[in-house]
């Protein structure tokens, strides 16, 4: 007897540690997974047919002819097995790129040699230390494994730009390894080398595609970010409707400064281990505090967020005690809203940072409408980068009424931005988005640069203009170094400090000692200041009394509403004589008539800005409507 088995022993070996570490983790299931999968089992399979044929042809007179033909042409019909489900993997990505005919037609190959192996007769070899079988159905298996493996090569090479790169390149590596193992099987019978080479080509597959643990999470064992582009970028592209739950944890930063980092681990795994507990899901740890659940069904994601707000109104254990930890949820009824995963993981990102802004028991659905208002988010983002990057920030100015002295001496600067489209864009959008987002702090500097500009250039005293109102943010207003900018882009302008008065909103007033600091180093060097749209905030008279203020500007709303409620009248009045014993001075906002003129004129307002007079203006224009005063 000749057991010449060695090879294919070792190549079983390597094919179930394969398998036991593929199957020992946790597992993603999508496509280019199963099919590895079913390709690994068809690999095993055909090892021990391997064996297990070399055993019938040793023992052939004992088991008979019969059972020793079934058993090699059972090995030989699985080689081509195994070469046509490579093929399958090697596009395992795109596999719905193809029209069923073409699948239909990549089993062809198989059918054939089935009617090879039952029509023809195996012919076995044995002598020396050499054992094979030869004859028209290995010619057969050797000439469709040839085929198998031609095709895809020509498969890979022409899709070569749908299939990942890693992945082109191990399946190169598995049909190089089996062809050369099968011309040295074919040159040198002795060395029956096709199922080790199988095997290798599995091992390398698996280390360079599917390692399960590519996509875990070591410090909890659940999917990392990776696995859910993954996963999530195969539903989007073959049209499987997941809903997600997006679970953002709270107090993490308390739990580190008071029980240290070993307690937020803990908190973590503990959470962690909960939601992957959650029936019919999928849990993705995407970043140190954010866990995105994906399940089958809308219903499922309700239950599952009952699930959770129920078990977060229990504390958890940490250290020695219990803490109760905040979570922030949001939901997606449906991830096909999204044309990629990229789009979808941003919203998922971007959401689950609004839902920390609410309360912890309110969830954010993530519908059409909220969808609406990120992407108006996106555009508005888009195009103050734009502005910026293309010096598309305009300045308009509004002149400003001195009622005592019958002309303009003063004018508020406005900032406009238009878009790549030439469009202008609303103040009321952008501004507030800037604030939320930091922007503010470089559109704030590329404004007052223009303003100081305008001043140096136009020499705007010579139209009696004494100085020019500019708005500052909160976030401007808290930054430690805010007054040495402006000082700094006013020297390089050569811009006296008298000329600049500094508009802040009552919101600024009180929030903080920076911003007290920053005013009471602008007021040394010679800048004033105005509170901007008073009547609109909380109206703190503890902060006016305080803050070296000389203008206070009078909201439009109250400007409004003057007219239409005898209270609200009352309490102007009293506002305006109160500021004036205070010694500041008053601009009235928002007068658009000559009615509303005249009121405020009567009351002693200083000031008046309006449409009555004019509308912000750029900056080409208002100087000659000013000139056209004077």
């Known amino acids: 007897m000749v057991w010449n088995i060695h090879f294919q022993f070792a190549a079983l070996v390597i094919a179930l540690v394969v398998a036991v570490m593929c199957f020992g983790q946790k597992r993603l299931n999508f496509a280019a997974e199963r099919a590895f999968t079913k390709l690994l089992f068809i690999v095993i399979i055909c090892i021990i047919l391997d064996i297990l044929s070399i055993f019938a042809i040793n023992y052939r007179d004992e088991i008979g002819p019969t059972l020793m033909q ?75 494994c040839a085929l198998y493996i031609i095709s ?22 598995w049909m190089l390894a089996w062809l050369v193992a099968a011309i040295i099987q074919f040159v040198n019978n002795e060395l029956l080398v096709v199922s080790l080479a199988m095997a290798i080509g599995c091992m390398y597959m698996y280390c360079k595609l599917e390692n399960p643990e590519y996509h875990l999470d070591f410090a909890t064992n659940v999917f990392n970010r990776k696995g859910f582009e993954m996963i999530m970028a195969e539903h989007i592209k073959y049209h499987e409707k997941k809903a997600l739950v997006n679970m953002e944890i709270r107090d993490m930063n308390m739990v580190n400064e008071v029980f240290g980092a070993h307690a937020v681990e803990t908190i973590i795994l503990a959470i962690s281990k909960f939601a992957d507990n959650i029936p019919d899901s999928t849990l993705f740890r995407l970043e140190d505090n954010l866990f995105s659940i994906a399940l089958d069904k809308p219903e499922d994601a309700e239950k599952a967020l009952e699930y959770i707000m129920k078990r977060f109104e229990l504390p958890w254990n940490v250290e020695n005690g219990t803490m109760e930890i905040g979570v922030s949820l949001s939901y997606i009824e449906d991830t096909l809203k999204f044309k990629s995963v990229d ?16 309360p912890p028991s309110e969830i954010l659905t993530i519908n059409d409408e909220e969808l609406a208002v990120r992407q108006r988010s996106l555009e508005i983002r888009h195009a103050i980068e734009w502005a910026l990057h ?51 702090l470089k559109l704030g500097e590329v404004v007052f640069r223009k303003v100081c500009e305008f001043i140096q250039r136009m020499h705007v005293d010579e139209y009696g203009i004494e100085y020019i109102e500019v708005n500052l943010s909160v976030v401007q207003c808290i930054q430690t170094d805010m007054a040495r900018l402006l000082k700094n882009i006013m020297g390089e302008y050569q811009i006296p400090p008298y000329r600049i008065n500094f508009e802040i909103t009552e919101t600024a007033t009180g929030s903080s000692k920076v911003i007290d600091k920053n005013m009471r180093e602008l007021l040394d060097y010679g800048c004033s200041f105005s509170l901007d749209d008073y009547g ?76 009555y007079f004019s509308k912000p203006l750029p900056k080409d224009r208002v100087l000659n409507f000013i000139q056209e005063w004077l």
Not at 399 to 427: H, Q, T
Not at 567 to 594: C, F, N, P, Q
């Open 70 to 144: 079934i058993s090699c042409k059972t090995y030989l019909f699985s080689i081509v097995l195994v070469a046509c489900y490579a093929a399958f993997f090697s596009v395992a990505e795109i596999r719905y790129s193809f029209k069923q005919f073409w699948i239909y037609m990549t089993y062809a190959p198989l059918a054939v040699e089935a009617v090879v192996l039952f029509m023809c007769p195996v012919k076995v070899y044995v002598e020396g230390n050499d054992i094979y079988t030869y004859g028209i159905p290995v010619l057969t298996t050797y000439a469709f």
């Open 343 to 358: 789009d979808l993981e941003e919203v998922v990102h971007y959401f689950a940072a609004e839902s920390v802004k609410r």
């Open 536 to 611: 609109s905030g909380y109206s703190n008279l503890t902060y006016v009394v305080n803050l070296p203020l000389k203008i206070i500007k009078i909201d439009k709303l109250i400007t409004d509403s003057y007219f239409l409620s005898e209270k609200v009248r009352i309490a102007t009045e009293y506002t305006i004589e109160m500021l004036h014993k205070l010694g500041m001075e008053i601009v009235v906002e928002g007068v658009d008539s000559e009615e509303k003129y005249l009121a405020f004129k009567k009351l002693n307002a200083e000031y008046i800005q309006g449409f």
């Open 152 to 173: 895809t090569f020509v498969m890979v090479l022409t899709l070569r730009d749908k299939i990942n790169l890693k992945r082109r390149y191990a399946i190169y590596f």
């Open 390 to 440: 293309n010096d598309a920030v305009e300045v308009y100015y509004q002149p400003i009424y001195n009622i005592k002295e019958g002309r303009f001496s003063a004018m508020e600067a406005l900032v406009r931005l238009r878009d790549d489209k030439g469009s202008m864009v609303m103040p009321s959008d952008f501004i507030e988005y800037a604030e939320k987002n930091g922007m503010i």
